[in-house]
């Protein structure tokens, strides 16, 4: 299931605390195997995340970043959640216009009971990731791109 | 609806022998009540039970055969069928090929692949779901009131749900409110699922007329003049041997077992040619008399 | 920086899929690691003190642990560098067990992924300032939502302690489904005589504010300053005036009314007392069966009234209550049975719920204590038990044990003997489940005293046979299937979350599990406590729970109240929001996206600036998110810090810099 | 009664192989024995259907190869339908059958007779052929048709066809049944 050691791709995940970053610890605790590509950031909601750590990590080398936070209606924050899902669904369309496939960048929701849930998350994802091979090297024109969208004003 | 509801027509082999009456009535029923059946060509049997107690891949195939030579009709919804073993047979060699591998398997028994299983339903749930009791009602000229007659729907065309997809699978409900809109009085059934010894009459009767007497003797006890089936091998086993199950038991049901729609081309005032009511071993004259002398002397 | 690393060998869970010593050479090589070393047990007692050790010993500005999830043991180690002299927020922590050890199974990828994770922590580190949490008072009120026995017993406990109480109950009465049971095991005592005492302390005591038939509606604030909006529902019924005297309800033409208390065995009037112990013992009205409300007519109870209580026109009402601490106790409810077609799917008369056959065997039912069947009031001689009715059923999405129906199953196995002698009861069982003090002697004494049948097998069908059911189960110690006849059947149906459970969870922001039940805030070691600071649980919310535990945890979450407010004030979390004036150009942004409403606008030389309310912000960081200008940043997830984290997993550098 | 010794007679492969094709994963059962509650065959049995569950999940091949109750489970899905661990349980018998055919199990003959009968049929006819069916049944079983007073009544209703219904593509079907002999097991 994990990809052989050696052959792993770079995945960064950006959790909330509350919900998914508890969906994984309710995984571990179940001793429910995922593959080992994936290093997990902690972020106190999903709301916290900003598109641009997900850009730079794409630009920067990540071969895929995978987003979770809390259900709609269950976020920790009453409403980050639903911040961070419409801030995300910009950032799908940016990858788009930068020539980074966006297949690469997903976002779902996990609660911190769902360690079974989060178990297929990651293992979807995963593979998935593995199916696309590892990102290809961002372009100077690319990278000029990047950096023009990042200074712009949110 | 603008147009008939239309499908291709798979009718089993019982329907060419055992079960002649279902056959007829149910082609008279569709034609009445203006569901358009196209035979499938050439069709071939499906193996039934003895197929996929061999094998399921061959049971599969059996069915695909069928799947394959219903593809050359146009303008069909679906293929329905009178029988629920045909039907289970169809549903599950459909269902089962969604998977991408058993397809394969199964197309690699068979002269012409199938490309697209359609999708099958039971002459049943067509008259349940695409014309309706309310619209059956209405074209009821010989209502069959005073004749209280126990649904029994049989073992597996309602189960599993997952695969049948049609009505409860512990209490269904699509003959009773059929025969309701018939004007005949449904009496509380609740063996309806039960299994009535199946294909088991010839290598082993006596688990038939165990079974089967059980389902005579709740019908009775519930108060019912008749039986509606919907499958041949119940009808055959609670009809054909009921003489035998008497026998065996000591007891003396005299109980018509119908086809339903057999009882709904009755109330539709058919030909009663099609309808085949002289097939029926226990003579149903007297249960049909006898409702219609509590109707009169009701009213 | 001086960084100090520690890899926790977590004794084997850990150690046994990775090479800890190998990670703690990779991280030690890099730039700003001063110390890096593996250690047994990191959060035990030598663990900490090689820490302290190593902070005075090489001089270290802050510490990475990298061991467990730190939404276990971040706030231990917190405790443990500060008490080494570093500022608590000089410490980061690297999950190297539930996200590494426990779900990869090669020992080499293991091992890099920690190396990987632990480096995270360590750039985060290097990014890190000392933050100074600020104190502020607490609001020494609480709430306790749902009035059954749980939240009962905390009411009473917090109130004796000597806080003031706010009690909402969403039905008009409060006792929960303890004040329907008859008797209560292991000692079949009568349940009114435990329950009716505490409920009637409730009434009286002088720091319980009670709100029966009311829900919480919204709830505002944090730990220490809560605001709930309470509704309280319309009864129809002065309750200031009312005096329970219940002439109203005797004389009521509308008599087909639903009795809930009664689970629906019996029908009641428009205008009602759920039960004569009551509390509040008042009256109220059910809308939809009141002759006056629907159709104007008949208007009885309003001459008859001797306090003139009766307010046809009332509307409901809502409270704001400010409290510090709120205990959710809001219970469990049955399972809807009639989902087992093969059981009738509601369809036969004597074939009931276990809280049904309770209300029969209660001597203040609707068939004052003699066991009848409902379909024509014969006395039944065989009773067929039936458990695990909607309980470990994977197929109708309830993998689950209740907990209790074991032991209630053999309670009224017992009393059935005790009220009708002649009588044979058969239970059908999978396993019996009697983990307590008493308590499988219990059900032994149910087999061995009272002469109870236990059958070890489901039951796949029941169906009438004459004025009798057939009980088809199978005997699975015979190996053969059986048939009993039976004139009453109970079903010892499951527990579920309350209903509209979840939704009292949004509104409060704690977690509940896939079927509704709230999740604590760790399962050993804080039962009671939810992550959301200032909520605690009680009883069965949390899962299904007999009454001794429900009362525990009663207790527990009330002394975790009595702690809270033993401090007169609390510490803010200083992981809140910050503004860098210099860059705010008061756009506002930040003002409309903050979920809490923490950021106000104030005026800085002339200029409109944001400026954030610490005490109200709760820290979730959208505000950083939103702002264009990067001015407003969440103390310790600050943009530099996360973007340090993703630039120490990716390997080309960074584009641009927040700086 | 006879002692099993548990390590040793736990064949893995027969699970495995059962597990492979019937999709179900054995180890789901908590012997709640809702299934034989539920089986109208149970009486005839000679080993409920949940206590097939419970030696499949011990490995037991032979007593399961060799017992009659594979052969008289009408697969009514009775079982399937109630699980409360939704396993297929109407499946396990119809794999545990497939497996005793192949390995030359039969143990409730006049069924099996039946059932090949019946498949000749369609084989050789494209479609039943009920009387044919009859008489090589017989035939083969060497039994009196205990059914011969009803054959007056089949007739005379003309339920019973003297000729086979044949169909033009017999060739096809019986193809059907040439080539799946040359398939290879799934699970093998
Ligand atoms: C048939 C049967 C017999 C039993 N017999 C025994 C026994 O003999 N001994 C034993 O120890 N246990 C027994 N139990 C278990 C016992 O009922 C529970 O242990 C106990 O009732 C749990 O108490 P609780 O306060 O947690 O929940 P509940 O009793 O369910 O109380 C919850 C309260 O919260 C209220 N509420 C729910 N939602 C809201 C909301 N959103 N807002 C405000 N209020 C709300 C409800 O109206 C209710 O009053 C039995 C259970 C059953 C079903
Ligand atoms: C093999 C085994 C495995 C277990 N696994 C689990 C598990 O995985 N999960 C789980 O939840 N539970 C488990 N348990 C149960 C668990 O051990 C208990 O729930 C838990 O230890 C109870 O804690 P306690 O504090 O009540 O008692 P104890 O752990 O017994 O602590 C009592 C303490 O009091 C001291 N003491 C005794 N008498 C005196 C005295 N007169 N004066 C002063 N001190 C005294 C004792 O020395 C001891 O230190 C397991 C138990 C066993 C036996
Ligand atoms: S710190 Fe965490 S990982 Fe280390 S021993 Fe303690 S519990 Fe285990
Ligand atoms: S409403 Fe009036 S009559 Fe009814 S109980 Fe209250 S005081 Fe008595
Ligand atoms: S007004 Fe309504 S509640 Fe009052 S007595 Fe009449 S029906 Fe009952
Ligand atoms: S307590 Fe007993 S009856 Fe209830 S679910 Fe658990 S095992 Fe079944
Ligand atoms: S969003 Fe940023 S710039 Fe705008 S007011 Fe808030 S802190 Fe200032
Ligand atoms: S972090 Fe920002 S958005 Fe969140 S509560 Fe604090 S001020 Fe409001
Ligand atoms: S019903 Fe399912 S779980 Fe129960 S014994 Fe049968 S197979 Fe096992
Ligand atoms: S499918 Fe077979 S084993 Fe299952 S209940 Fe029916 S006859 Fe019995």
């Not at chain 3, 309980?391 to 196995?413: E, H, I, L, N």
């Not at chain 4, 030359?104 to 000749?120: A, H, I, N, P, Q």
Request: include cysteine; glycine fraction near 8%; charge should be neutral.
């Amino acid at each position: 299931m994990s990809a052989a050691p050696g052959n792993e791709l770079r995945i960064i995940g950006f959790l909330c605390n509350w919900c998914s970053y508890g969906g994984a610890d309710t995984a571990g605790v179940g001793r429910m195997t995922q593959p080992t590509d994936l290093r997990i950031i902690r972020v106190p909601c999903s709301g916290r995340i900003d598109p641009l750590f997900v850009l730079k990590a794409l630009v920067n080398g990540a071969d895929g970043v995978l987003v979770s936070g809390c259900h709609p209606r269950d976020c920790h924050y009453a409403e980050g959640n639903f911040y961070a899902r419409r801030r995300l669904e910009v950032l799908k369309r940016f990858l788009q216009v930068l020539g980074i496939d966006e297949r690469r960048f997903e976002y779902t929701w996990v609660s911190a009971s769902e360690g079974q849930r989060w178990q297929e998350v990651v293992q979807k994802f995963t593979e998935r990731i593995h199916e696309l091979g590892p990102a290809p090297k961002i372009t100077p024109d690319q990278m000029a791109m990047a950096e023009t969208m990042a200074a712009q004003p949110r | 609806m603008s147009s008939s509801p239309t499908y291709a027509y798979y009718p089993g082999c019982s329907g060419q022998g055992t079960s002649l009456e279902y056959e007829t009535s149910s082609r008279a029923v569709c034609e009445a009540l203006g569901v358009v059946l196209h035979d499938i060509p050439d069709w071939s049997c499906c193996g039934s039970t003895p197929a996929h107690t061999v094998d399921h891949v061959l049971s599969a195939a059996l069915s695909a055969r069928n799947l394959a030579q219903a593809e050359t009709l146009t303008g069909v919804e679906g293929i329905a069928t009178p029988c629920p073993s045909c039907l289970t047979n169809l549903k599950t060699a459909g269902r089962r090929m969604l998977d991408p591998q058993f397809k394969e398997r199964v197309n690699s028994l068979l002269d012409t692949p199938v490309k697209q299983p359609l999708p099958a339903k039971s002459v049943l749930q067509v008259l349940f779901e695409d014309v309706g009791p309310a619209a059956l009602k209405e074209r009821v000229v010989k209502p069959l009131a005073g004749l209280k007659v126990a649904p029994y729907y049989g073992c597996i065309l309602n189960r599993p749900p997952e695969v049948m997809e049609f009505d409860d699978c512990e209490n269904p409900i699509a003959m009773d409110r059929l025969l309701e809109a018939l004007g005949a009085e449904v009496v509380p059934f609740p063996l309806k699922v039960e299994c009535c010894g199946a294909s088991f009459g010839m290598p082993r009767k006596d688990m038939v007329m165990r079974l089967s007497g059980k389902l005579l003797d709740v019908a009775e006890d519930n108060g019912a003049m008749a039986m509606a089936t919907a499958c041949p091998l119940c009808q055959m086993n609670l009809d054909l041997r009921q003489s035998q199950i008497n026998a065996t038991s000591g007891k003396q049901h005299n109980m018509p077992v119908f086809y339903y729609t057999q009882l709904i081309g009755l109330a539709l005032g058919l030909d009663k040619r099609l309808l085949g009511l002289n097939k029926l071993c226990v003579n149903p004259k007297a249960a049909l008399q006898a409702a219609e002398q509590a109707t009169a002397g009701a009213a | 920086m001086k960084i100090g690393v520690f890899i926790c060998h977590c004794g084997s869970n850990i150690a046994g899929t990775v090479d800890v010593a190998k990670v703690a050479e990779e991280v030690g090589k890099l730039p700003d690691v001063a110390y890096s070393t593996d250690t047994m047990y990191a959060c035990s007692e030598p663990g900490q003190e090689g820490i302290i050790q190593a902070i005075k010993d090489h001089n270290l500005d802050g510490v990475v642990v990298a061991s467990c999830t730190p939404r276990m043991h971040e706030p231990t180690f917190r405790r443990t560098v500060e008490r080494a002299g570093l500022n608590r927020y000089m410490f980061e922590m690297a999950n190297i067990r539930e996200h590494v050890s426990w779900i990869g199974k090669d020992k080499e990828s293991n091992t890099q992924k920690a190396v990987d994770l632990a480096s995270i922590a360590v750039a985060k580190l290097t990014q890190d300032r000392p933050l100074i949490a600020k104190k502020f008072g607490v609001n020494k009120r609480v709430m306790v939502i749902g009035g059954g026995v749980a939240g009962i017993q905390a009411a009473l406990d917090c109130a004796d302690g000597g806080l003031e109480v706010v009690l909402v109950e969403k039905t008009a009465t409060i006792g929960g489904k303890m004040a329907k049971l008859d008797k209560t095991f292991p000692t079949v005592d009568c349940s009114s005589c435990i329950l009716g005492p505490k409920m009637v302390d409730v009434a009286q005591h002088p720091n319980i504010t009670l709100y029966a038939n009311a829900e919480v509606d919204s709830v505002k604030g944090y730990v220490g300053n809560f605001e709930v909006a309470v509704k309280k529902k319309a009864t129809y019924v002065d309750w200031t005036a009312c005096t329970g005297c219940g002439l109203c309800t005797e004389k009521c033409p509308s008599k087909k009314a639903t009795d809930y208390f009664n689970e629906k065995i019996a029908t009641t009037t428009a205008i009602s007392i759920a039960f004569p112990q009551a509390i509040p013992k008042k009256a109220s009205i059910d809308p939809e069966y009141c002759i006056k409300i629907t159709k104007d007519k008949c208007g009885v109870c309003e001459k008859l009234c001797p306090t003139k209580a009766i307010r046809y026109d009332m509307q409901d009402e809502t409270v704001i209550e400010p409290v510090g601490a709120i205990i959710a106790a809001t219970g469990y409810d049955l399972f809807d049975y009639t989902r087992y077609g093969e059981y009738g799917g509601g369809r036969y008369p004597d074939v009931i719920t276990s809280l049904q056959y309770e209300r029969i065997l209660s001597a203040s039912g609707p068939m004052a204590g003699h066991i009848k069947r409902p379909s024509d009031g014969k006395e039944p001689k065989n009773v067929v038990f039936v458990q695990c009715v909607g309980s470990r059923d994977k197929s109708v999405d309830r993998p689950y044990c209740s907990g209790f129906c074991c032991m209630y199953t053999a309670k009224q196995a017992i009393q059935t003997k005790d009220h009708l002698p002649d009588s044979q009861t058969y239970v059908f069982y999978m396993d019996i489940r009697a983990p307590g003090k008493m308590y499988d002697e219990f059900t032994r004494r149910a087999m061995e005293e009272y002469g109870a049948r236990y059958i070890r097998g489901r039951v796949a069908m029941i169906y009438p046979k004459g004025d009798k059911y057939i009980v088809r189960g199978a005997d699975t110690l015979a190996g053969t299937q059986v048939e009993v006849e039976a004139d009453l059947v109970v079903l010892a149906v499951g527990a579920e979350a309350a209903k509209g459970a979840s939704n009292l969870a949004e509104k409060l922001r704690i977690s509940y599990d896939k079927y509704g039940f709230y999740m604590e805030s760790h399962v050993k070691l804080r039962p009671v406590e939810t992550n959301t600071a200032g909520v605690f649980l009680a009883g069965s919310c949390q899962g299904p729970k007999d009454i001794p535990s429900s009362v525990a945890q009663g207790s527990a979450a009330a002394s975790k109240v009595l702690g809270l407010f033993s401090k007169d004030e609390l510490e803010s979390d200083p992981q809140v929001a910050s503004v860098d004036i210099k860059r705010c150009v008061g756009c506002g942004k930040c003002i409309e996206t903050c979920p809490f409403g923490a950021i106000e606008e104030t005026d800085f030389r002339g200029e409109p600036k944001a400026n954030v309310i610490e005490t109200v912000c709760q820290g979730c960081g959208v505000c950083t998110s939103t702002c264009p200008q990067g001015a407003i940043q969440l103390q310790h997830f600050t943009d530099n810090q996360i973007l340090a984290e993703v630039n120490a997993l990716c390997q080309q550098p960074l584009v641009t810099s927040f700086e | 009664m006879h002692t099993i010794n548990l390590t040793e007679s736990f064949d893995g492969d027969f699970v495995r192989k059962i597990e492979c094709e019937s999709e179900q994963n054995v180890s789901l059962c908590y012997q709640c024995g809702n299934c034989t509650a539920g089986c109208p065959y149970t009486f005839a049995y000679d080993i409920p259907v949940s206590q097939v569950m419970r030696l499949l999940q011990a490995g037991q091949k032979r007593t399961l190869l060799s017992c009659k109750s594979l052969w008289l489970c009408a697969t009514c899905e009775s079982c399937t339908t109630r699980c409360p661990n939704n396993i297929d349980v109407a499946r396990i018998m119809d794999v545990l059958r497939h497996e005793a055919r192949r390995q030359g199990y039969g143990s409730e003959r006049s069924v099996k007779v039946f059932w090949d009968t019946f498949l000749d049929s369609v084989k050789r006819h494209g479609r039943v052929f009920e009387m044919g069916l009859a008489v090589e049944y017989i035939a083969r079983t060497g039994r009196f048709w205990t059914d011969l007073e009803l054959g007056p009544a089949m007739l005379s209703k003309g339920k019973l066809a003297f000729k086979p219904h044949s169909i033009q593509g017999q060739a096809e079907v019986e193809k059907i049944f040439e080539r799946f002999q040359q398939q290879k097991e799934q699970c093998a």
